[in-house]
Every structure is written in structure tokens, then in C-alpha cells.
């Protein structure tokens, strides 16, 4: 259903993709585009199997795949952060992604519009020094990697290279709200923050977990006069009948 209203704000190649490929878009991804191509902060609340990836990721691919006059820097490239917990999570994002790029791409030939290849890498502590280094060279447009990872970046001069990050998905931001894990990461969030040159969308996602205020004011943190940065939450949860 490639006309479904929610999918308008997306590019022609984009629909033309996912209306092949899916008959419509979930619950999340309805109550979810809206707010994260508005560019709120983003908190989506939804079971394993719902589309919440998808939902995160669309709108930043469908930037990342169409176009612009603007100039990009080579040595600073990299536009999209995703963040799991998980290494496992990690890789399977990474296996998942080049599925749709390869969609649009098609799509975009079908089309005959233009379609720009994004740069997809991961970084983890499993990542050699050879591929960390090729990486500090020839930064990537969407990096997935994990928070200790993320902080090693931030100590770096490989720090140079996130100065254009404009989104940030966490992935499972749940399983960090409560732990000290989670506490460092959003401390390498407002590092990042300082060095970006505007102030990157945040967008979380979690599974079915309350209070959902309370992931979101994690999620969204305080800005500089101390004051809560708003959240959208995305409630797309399945409620159990007793």
C-alpha cells in the first residue's frame, strides 16, 4: 500500500520500495514517522516482530539515499548513529539494512530517479585496528556500533569525524535505563552533543516497558539550563487483557 497517507513525507523511490514490500505499515511506524520527521526527539514503545527498527531507521535512510547540493565532508561524513547493547543486535541490523538499500536502489532505477549509495559500517570491540583505522579514514554515512565503542570514538581524534551526526538510534534502550552502563552512555551523548554542529535527533527504542516517562526523560536528558529536553513518546505496546 504504497499510498497509505503516512508514507507521503517519504521519497518516490522510498514508497515505491515499501509498498512492494509490505502490504502497510505497522502500528509504530504510523504513530512513529510523523514525530521523528518532524525531528522530535523520539521515544517508539513497541513488541519484538512490530517494525520498530524500521521505524527508527527510514526517515535518516531516506535522507541518506536522495540527493543534495549540499557539500559533504569526506573526513566527516558519518550522519547516523545507531547503538545497540548488543553485538549480536548490532550485526543483525547491520544484515537488515542492506536489504532495503538494495530495495530503493532497485526501486529508484524502476523510478528512473536519482539515488545516492550509503556507507554502512559497524564498530565494535571486536573491529580490528586495521578496520578501525580504514574507518577514522573514510568515515561511513551510518555507523552502528555500541556505547563502549562510542566512548572510545569521543577519546579519540577519530572524534572529528561524528562532528555532522544528525540522528542517533538507540537500540533496547530499556535494558540500559537502570544501569550504570546506560548513565556512561548518556554522558557520551552530551560529549557528542557538544561537538556536533547542531543538536542530533535522539531516537530510542524500547520494548514494552514502564514507566514510559521515565525512558523518555533518560532518553532526552536535560539541556544546558537544566531544563528536561521533550520526548515524543510512540506508545505502540500490546496491553494484556486480565
Known amino acids: 500500500m504504497a499510498d497509505?497517507?503516512?508514507?507521503?513525507?517519504?521519497?518516490?523511490?522510498?514508497?515505491?520500495?515499501?509498498?512492494?514490500?509490505?502490504?502497510?505499515?505497522?502500528?509504530?511506524?504510523?504513530q512513529g514517522w510523523p514525530a521523528i520527521r518532524s525531528?522530535?526527539?523520539?521515544?517508539?514503545?513497541?513488541?519484538?516482530?512490530?517494525?520498530?527498527?524500521?521505524?527508527?531507521?527510514?526517515?535518516?535512510i531516506d535522507r541518506l539515499v536522495t540527493p543534495t547540493d549540499e557539500p559533504i565532508d569526506p573526513k566527516a561524513r558519518t550522519r547516523v548513529l545507531y547503538i545497540s547493547p548488543l553485538r549480536a543486535l548490532a550485526f543483525d541490523v547491520e544484515k537488515n539494512l542492506r536489504s532495503p538499500l538494495m530495495g530503493i536502489r532497485l526501486a529508484a532505477e524502476r523510478l528512473g530517479v536519482p539515488f545516492v549509495e550509503p556507507s554502512v559500517a559497524m564498530r565494535t570491540g571486536d573491529t580490528s585496528a586495521k578496520d578501525r583505522q580504514a574507518l577514522s579514514r573514510r568515515p561511513v554515512d551510518l555507523l552502528i556500533?555500541?556505547?563502549?565503542?562510542?566512548?572510545?570514538?569521543?577519546?579519540?581524534?577519530?572524534?572529528?569525524?561524528?562532528?555532522?551526526?544528525?540522528?542517533?538510534?538507540?537500540?533496547?534502550?530499556?535494558?540500559m535505563a537502570t544501569t550504570k552502563r546506560g548513565a556512561h552512555l548518556m554522558l557520551?551523548?552530551?560529549?557528542?552533543?557538544?561537538?556536533?554542529?547542531?543538536?542530533p535527533q535522539r531516537i530510542g527504542l524500547s520494548a514494552t516497558q514502564r514507566p514510559l516517562e521515565e525512558i523518555a526523560h533518560f532518553l532526552g536528558g536535560h539541556?544546558?539550563?537544566?531544563?528536561?529536553?521533550?520526548?515524543?513518546?510512540?506508545?505502540?505496546?500490546?496491553?494484556?487483557?486480565l
Not at 15 to 27: D, H
Not at 45 to 54: D, I, Q
Open 145 to 175: 556500533t555500541t556505547p563502549e565503542s562510542l566512548y572510545l570514538m569521543l577519546t579519540s581524534e577519530v572524534r572529528s569525524t561524528l562532528v555532522n551526526v544528525d540522528t542517533i538510534i538507540i537500540d533496547e534502550i530499556h535494558a
Open 223 to 241: 539541556q544546558a539550563d537544566g531544563r528536561r529536553r521533550p520526548v515524543t513518546i510512540v506508545d505502540a505496546g500490546v496491553r494484556k487483557t
Open 4 to 30: 497509505h497517507p503516512v508514507l507521503e513525507g517519504f521519497s518516490p523511490a522510498v514508497r515505491e520500495w515499501f509498498g512492494a514490500s509490505f502490504p502497510e505499515p505497522t502500528p509504530p511506524q504510523v
Open 188 to 199: 557520551s551523548l552530551e560529549r557528542l552533543e557538544r561537538l556536533t554542529k547542531k543538536p
Open 39 to 60: 525531528g522530535a526527539h523520539t521515544l517508539v514503545c513497541a513488541p519484538t516482530g512490530s517494525g520498530k527498527t524500521l521505524t527508527a531507521f527510514l526517515s535518516s
